[in-house]
């Protein structure tokens, strides 16, 4: 029994950084229709910012995560200035082209920058915890935690701001929104921006769980890809739901079935739905 | 009389060549079209008119097989089409052109009308690795049936052209004869005039009038009152989704419930006035 | 027949010039061995026309029907791995295993399609994304069958090759070079082929509007189908070729990083032409290769040259001559009727 809720924990903490990560390409999907696949790449570089401003400057955690997440979303706000804003009438295939080589610079410029190995992040609040008899790390308990009012904060701020109200309203229905004279214009910037934040936010939370390497980005991206598919692109409340069932699915598959397949399990997960609900979940409403 | 009209195509004018029974389909939980049931006659012009939103366009979706209805069956020289692929409702004899010029800019306007042709053609992707005779037959079948379309539209001089190059009026004349490459018995031609200035419509209505004296049947959608009440020989009145009315010009145009939904809805009491004098003013065509 | 895709107004003359060209650049690219080229241009040679068959298979989907595939070079991977395992594990001829690994590829692709063409758009390219890796990891993870991560090793050249190559004079690299050249040929004659068929016109208006396509008879689901056969194909027909070349696999050349290579290349060359696929891989290879400096770092610059090509020049090198050619009969044609008038 401890085991398992041992392992519900892991599965929670990774859920709640899986969540965090799905919830800004979801977002940017619902209103740019954009798949971002330099999404995993946001991730990555906020990892790597959060690094060098915990190594290189010396400050602490908590700087490290907010000074990592707005330079990530003035880099995301940046890139959808000058590449998707402008290609938003092209092919839907020529966005995601040009995400792909952005990917590519990312990871490139970052080993350039800070080398091939991996990075480790010390965990802010060492040690663990016992609740109720489970062993926990404090850090998977800052990461459920800070996940969760991450989550809240975005609720708030899509259901009670007049931007956050407007992004939803554009990630239902593009033309109504701009019929309504949203000033769809500045949207797509403010949701990538977003995307960026919440993205090197969730990379800072499990970066001292994980080690930070280049390649992290990509693992990643398939993975939130695989959730936002699930739950049906675009959709908010799939991509929470989405990122736990997957997070609770390698957990448990890697424990009761193999290690060494808990990465396929995921993408299985997702072939099986999308052949049986190619809508994914969750289908937006139309 | 379900017999005379099966197969051969040339059906003696004013017998039944489709069908629709209790036709109906959702979206969500709304009603886009309801219980129509109605018929189109052999070799004659029918009109779907009514106002904004009446749910002309999706009826037409319906009867070419763009959508699945939820309710009712589609009847069409005799066979049950309902459950029909879009493209298996064009190999059966019905071919349609968009509301706006949907058709292929970048490729030439004998290309175009090719693409109309397919579905009349067998050879696939082995024929073409091994170069058949299939495949040579069928491409000069497809070449033959282009231009054959292409002089009927009136545009075979321009085969080599882009058809991007078309005029507006030359673009609608290029998605007829991509429609009439498929040999269809019945046209259906979605707000043919939209777009098009006066003297670009007289000289499209008189190629309809041709084709029909040709022994084509056609059914349009149109929004131009004066256009329908002198072209059409029958008329089909939709209304919230509802058939309110079906007849000839003259009958339909003094129908109260016809004129009340017209005025009902402002945005179009205009038009209906238009076609009140339309009516009036002339006699009604033989 | 070797039109130029794209290019329909083409007359019988063009047709003939554009046979002519291919012609002329596949007879250049046989005399090369003959000059006594060092191994390592042959090497280049044969690494460029790999590629360049990978890219054509991934043209097909992408530049002919409009449909971004991702999961290119798992068949790419499952075409190699195949040939590898028959042939050093249940000791088959290359001969042999290599049409069965094609044919396994053609069979896989229509299973794929089966399932992911039931998604559109964006969808497919993340499903088939996500099936890519699944290949990938499948290769990396399955030891008993593919040796896991420690590759396969050892496998040997095509029964024959080294004798055939000695017997007329040279070196084993140049039989290798010369088998990726006739393989190269016979990708282009079936993609050409392919393209201007009433097939081939089938998928570029499923690529001009699915829905529009649909309307006008054609039907979508089967073309699509044959048409990620015929991608799939390709990219075990590529596979063979690379396993017997280089002699040993690894599941790294499944995965996307490779799909995304060869998605640059064909951008480079030209989506949607027949050149471009040749032309793409020819360039950037070469380029990456001689630039020694650029290896480690090669997408710092390969990147954003990605996105500037998609932003700016989404046809590629060869969609840029072909441009600049229809300018140049434009005018002429224009020039002629007003010679004409006066």
């Known amino acids: ?286 | 009389m379900l017999d005379s009209s099966v197969g051969t195509g040339s059906n003696s004018v004013g017998t039944e060549l489709l069908r629709v029974e209790g036709l109906g389909i959702r979206f969500g939980g709304l009603h886009a079209v309801k219980d129509v049931t109605a018929t189109i006659p052999a070799g004659q012009i029918t009109a779907i008119i009514g106002p904004n939103g009446a749910g002309k366009s999706t009826f037409f979706n319906l009867i070419s097989g763009f959508y699945k209805p939820t309710t009712g069956r589609i009847i069409f020289g005799g066979e049950d089409i309902t459950r029909l692929k879009t493209h298996e409702v064009v190999a059966s004899g019905m071919a349609r052109t968009f509301q706006t010029t949907t058709i292929y800019k970048e490729l030439s306007v004998l290309e175009n009308a090719m693409i109309g042709h397919r579905v009349r053609t067998r050879a696939g992707l082995l024929d073409a690795l091994l170069r058949t005779g299939r495949e040579r037959k069928d491409e000069q079948e497809s070449r033959d049936a282009a231009l054959t379309a292409l002089t009927r539209v009136g545009i075979a001089a321009h085969a080599g052209r882009p058809a991007g190059a078309m005029t507006q009026e030359g673009q609608k004349r290029v998605g007829i004869a991509m429609a009439l490459a498929s040999n269809p018995k019945l046209l259906l031609l979605d707000e043919p005039a939209a777009g098009m200035n006066p003297e670009e419509t007289v000289s499209l209505m008189a190629l309809i009038r041709e084709l029909v004296a040709g022994g084509l049947t056609v059914t349009l959608v149109e929004h131009k009152m004066s256009l329908v009440m002198s072209l059409a020989d029958h008329i089909l009145v939709l209304h919230h989704g509802q058939k309110i009315s079906e007849g000839v010009p003259a009958q339909v145009s003094r129908d109260p419930a016809v004129i009340e939904a017209y005025l009902g809805s402002h945005a179009h009491g205009g038009q209906m006035g238009q076609a009140t004098v339309a009516a009036t003013g002339e006699a009604p065509h033989a | 027949m070797l039109s130029n895709a794209g290019a329909n107004s083409a007359g019988a003359a063009r047709f003939k010039l554009g046979t002519w060209g291919w012609v002329a650049v596949f007879v250049l690219a046989a005399l090369v061995p003959l000059f006594g080229p060092s191994g390592y241009l042959l090497d280049i040679g044969v690494n460029i026309m790999i590629y360049a068959m990978l890219a054509y298979g991934m043209n097909v989907l992408l530049g002919y029907t409009g449909q971004l595939p991702l999961a290119h070079a798992g068949f790419f991977g499952i075409g190699a791995y195949t040939v590898g395992i028959l042939t050093l594990k249940a000791g088959w001829s290359f001969w042999l295993a290599w049409p069965v690994a094609v044919a396994l590829c053609a069979v896989l692709g229509l299973l794929l399609g089966l399932v992911a063409f039931r998604t559109k758009g964006d969808a497919f390219s993340i499903f088939t994304l996500g099936v890519g890796v699944i290949i990938m990891l499948v290769i990396n993870k399955w030891d008993a069958l593919t040796g896991g991560n420690e590759g396969l090793n050892g496998i040997n050249p095509p029964a024959g090759l080294e004798a055939l190559s000695k017997g007329v004079g040279l070196k084993l690299s140049a039989g290798f070079y010369y088998l990726a050249l006739i393989a190269l040929i016979l990708t282009v004659l079936a993609v050409a082929r392919a393209r201007g068929s009433v097939f081939g016109r089938s998928l570029i208006a499923i690529r001009g509007g699915e829905d529009l396509a649909r309307s006008a008879g054609i039907d979508v689901f089967t073309h699509k189908l044959r048409a990620m056969m015929l991608s799939t194909a390709i990219a075990g027909f590529a596979g063979g070729v690379y396993a017997v070349y280089v002699g040993f696999l690894g599941s790294a050349s499944a995965g996307p990083a490779m799909t995304f290579t060869v998605l640059l290349y064909l951008l480079a060359g030209g989506l949607g032409t027949l050149a471009g696929p040749l032309i793409g891989p020819a360039l950037l290879y070469t380029l990456t290769q001689s630039l020694k400096g650029l290896q480690d770092y090669q997408y710092i610059v390969f990147g954003p040259l990605l996105v500037l090509l998609i932003m700016f020049a989404p046809q590629g090198l060869a969609g840029l001559w072909m441009k600049a050619q229809a300018r140049r009969e434009l005018a002429a044609v224009t020039g002629k009727k007003g010679a004409e008038r006066a």
């Not at chain 1, 790597?48 to 995560?65: D, E, F, K, M, Q």
């Not at chain 1, 935690?145 to 931007?163: C, Q």
């Not at chain 1, 699915?249 to 299985?268: H, K, P, Q, R, T």
Request: net charge positive.
């Open chain 1, 1 to 286: 029994m401890s085991t398992f809720l041992q392992q519900l924990f892991n599965a929670l903490a990774l859920g709640g950084v899986y969540a965090l990560v799905a919830l800004g390409l979801t977002l940017v999907y619902g209103v740019m229709r954009v798949p971002n696949f330099a999404h995993g790449g946001l991730y990555m570089l906020g990892a790597y910012l959060s690094y060098a401003v915990l190594t290189g400057l010396g400050w602490g955690y908590v700087p490290a995560l907010l000074i990592s997440a707005v330079g990530v979303a003035l880099l995301a706000a940046f890139m959808e200035r000058v590449i998707f804003y402008p290609m938003r009438n092209a092919p839907h295939v020529h966005p995601m082209i040009a995400a792909i080589g952005v990917l590519f610079f990312l990871e490139a410029a970052v080993q350039l920058v800070w080398g091939p190995d991996f990075k480790q992040i010390t965990e802010p609040v060492p040690g663990i915890v016992n609740v109720g008899g489970v062993i926990v790390t404090w850090q998977r308990l800052l990461v459920i935690a800070a996940s969760v009012v991450v989550m809240l904060g975005l609720n708030y701020f899509l259901k009670r701001t007049l931007t956050g109200a407007t992004i939803e309203a554009m990630s239902q229905n593009r033309e109504g929104a701009r019929l309504v004279g949203v000033n769809t214009n500045r949207v797509g910037m403010m949701t990538f921006a977003i995307s960026g934040a919440l993205a090197a936010a969730a990379a800072t939370l499990i970066a001292p769980i994980i080690s930070v390497s280049p390649s992290m980005g990509e693992v990643m991206n398939l993975k939130v890809f695989a959730i936002i598919i699930l739950g049906g692109m675009g959709s908010v409340p799939g991509a929470i739901v989405g990122a736990f069932l997957l997070a609770l699915a390698e957990v448990f598959g890697g424990y009761y079935i193999s290690l060494d397949f808990s990465d396929v399990i995921g993408f299985a997960m997702l072939v099986i739905v999308l052949a049986l609900k190619p809508q994914g979940l969750f289908k937006r409403g139309t």
